[in-house]
Structures are given as structure tokens and as C-alpha cells.
């Protein structure tokens, strides 16, 4: 009976933290959020949990944080409970459990824009014509659809305003492919355009069929792949896939569903349109649902791990004059805030106020994205 729970009301849009003991139910923290959708709508609940700390977000925005050590431990599940409704039917539709490893909500960058399709009113266009269709699947989708082999649907855009290009951005997005009205006879790829300005443009794709994903480069001249890999985490039919891009100026990151998978460099183009990639490459029928895009400022998840067998001296500066103030060994993970001048990363030890520094170096340590992409800190 010793537990917390984590729940939403679509009917109130209310929030709460609980704490459930032999003796009854407690509320520790509650609020309201708009963004908790109506019915039919799946919303993202997110618990960070790191020791006696826990972080509360709903539809990727932060909403709470609260201290509590009474339960150091324990399982993970799935809560329900009816107040005064008759009846309640809940469809959980997708657990992820990782290590702690990303950084604090408050880390993450400020919403630039944001869409889950269930809004007419925002205007991404809708037309059929014939050989493919793009539009609105209401209540709760954008789709593209098409129709013949060897094709590709225009790449569609967020609507024009005055924030539709963003030359630095972390995009994110959630999409699948609609198996009753996709075909498997072929392969085909869909995902996100970036930088786009005409025919030039950058997409990041994946494949459910042969879980390829690309990074393609558009020019007046043609398609060209910069960087390709495999990933078996890419989902089959009907469940959604994670795609995230972080743009900072000719660097580039790319990870499926909450893994880095590539990073490149490429110059050529510097801003431009943020939008939506879909091809068939030999597949008859490919009927594509776009579920939520939001883009934010960039802000790169900075991570070092240590590697098995390793053993790392952290320090109170950027130096090995500087006094050791702990140590890292094999399988850690810290979140780093950067690096100095001398590539002493600055990092983030767990139950500590003051960061620490760490030498690095490719025999002992693996950071993602590479440590020529951190930003420079002062001590």
C-alpha cells in the first residue's frame, strides 16, 4: 500500500501527486494544466525520479517537483481510480522505463511552436491530388497518404507565420504508419524536413519496414543521403515513433525514440522551414499519421559516461592541481554543462551543489554529442 502516483483528469484537467500509505491516500502536489487533452487523445506522463527528488511533466512541459524520502524504492505500474464518475475505460498505450540519464526538465529549451493536430484552426493545408493526399485526420492527426510506388508527397510545412523558420532548434515528433491503409509489399520512408527553403532542404527518415533510418540532403539536382544507419528500436505499424533533431548552426544530432543514433556537420544551409517528409520508395500505399510536433529552442543534452573498467578523479577545477572532491568508475553517467578551454568537462555529480571537473579523454570517457560541440564554461 506505500507508494506515489502520478494522475490527470481530461474532465478537470487537474493533476495530482499522491502518496498512498496503510492508512489512506494524500495529496503532495497538485495544480491544472490546459494542456491535458480531452478523450480519444493520448496525453505523455514523464516522472524524473532521482533519489527523494521527483520532476512531474505533462505533454513534455514541466508542471511540478517535489521532495518526498519516505519511499526509497520500489515498483513501477499503472493507477486508476473513478471519483464520482459511473463508468471509466482507460487505454495505456505505451510504458518507457530508462535509466535517469537526460537532464532536468528545466534544461529543456523555451517552446518555439507546437502542434498535436487536434485544431483545424491551425491551418496546415489539405488537398487531394490523386496520386497522393495530405490533411487533417480529425480529431487527432495530421496524415499523408500516398498512393503509387516510386512517388514523393511535397514536403509540407509548418503554416506560414512569422515563426516558420528556425535556423537553431531542437525539433521533435511523434509519428507512425496506419497499417489498415498501408501496404507491405515494398519499402518506403517518412519523417522530418528541416532548413528548408524550396527544393533545399535536410530530412531525417526512418523505415518500419527495414528499420533504415536517413539523413538526406534536397537540392535542385536530386536527393543525396549524408548519413544512414539501422535502428530496431524504429516501431512496426500503428505505434508511434520518437524522432528529435537538434540544429545548431552546421551541427547536427539525430536520435529515435530518446537514443542518439548520428550527428553530422554540413554548412550549406543555414535556416529555413521546419516540415513533414514522406516518400514511397517501392511500396504501393503508404498512409502516414503526423501526431505531435514541437519545436524549441536547442539545447543539446550534455552526457558523459564512464567506461567499464575506468576510474576518473573529479576535481574542484579544470586541472590536476585542483583538489579531487570524488570519483567516477565504470557504468556512471553525469550530466555535463560543458567543457573549458583545455577540454575539462564540467559536470554534474549526484548529491552534490557545486560542479565538478573531469578530464577527458577517449580512453575513459564517451560523450555524447562529441565534446567538440560543447559549449566553452568558465570555472
Known sequence: DNYYAFTVSPTSKKWEVLKSSPSGISVLLEGVDESIHDLDVDDLLRVDAQGSNFSFSINNGLVGQVTDSDYSAGEIGLYTENLTNTNTHVHFNAL??????????????????????????????????????????????YHVEIKTPN???PVVSIPESE???????????????????????????????????????????ISPTSKKWEVLKSSPSGISVLLEGVDESIHDMDVDDLLRIDAQGSNFLFSINDTLVGQ??????????????????????????????????????LLCSINEGGTVNVRNGPGQANATIGTLSGGDTVRALGKSSSNWIQ????????????SYGEGYMTCTPSVDLFPIVSP
Request: charged fraction near 20%; charge should be negative; aromatic fraction near 16%.
Open 96 to 141: 518507457t522505463i530508462r535509466n535517469l540519464e537526460a537532464p532536468p526538465p528545466d534544461d529543456v529549451g523555451a517552446l518555439l511552436y507546437e502542434d498535436d493536430f487536434t485544431n483545424l484552426a491551425t491551418g496546415w493545408p489539405s488537398a487531394d491530388f490523386g496520386d497522393y493526399y495530405i490533411g487533417y485526420h480529425e480529431p487527432e492527426y
Open 151 to 153: 512517388a514523393r508527397a
Open 163 to 205: 515563426t516558420n523558420a528556425f535556423p537553431d532548434a531542437t525539433i521533435e515528433l511523434q509519428v507512425f504508419t496506419v497499417s489498415g491503409r498501408t501496404a507491405t509489399d515494398g519499402d518506403y520512408r517518412y519523417g522530418l524536413a528541416f532548413r528548408r527553403s524550396g527544393d533545399n532542404y535536410y530530412a531525417f527518415t
Open 264 to 301: 553530422l556537420t554540413d554548412s550549406d544551409y543555414a535556416g529555413g522551414e521546419i516540415g513533414f517528409y514522406t516518400e514511397n520508395l517501392t511500396n504501393t500505399n503508404t498512409h502516414v499519421h503526423f501526431n505531435r510536433l514541437t519545436v524549441r529552442s536547442v539545447k543539446f543534452a
Open 347 to 358: 559536470i554534474v555529480m549526484e548529491g552534490s551543489d557545486e560542479p565538478g571537473w573531469v
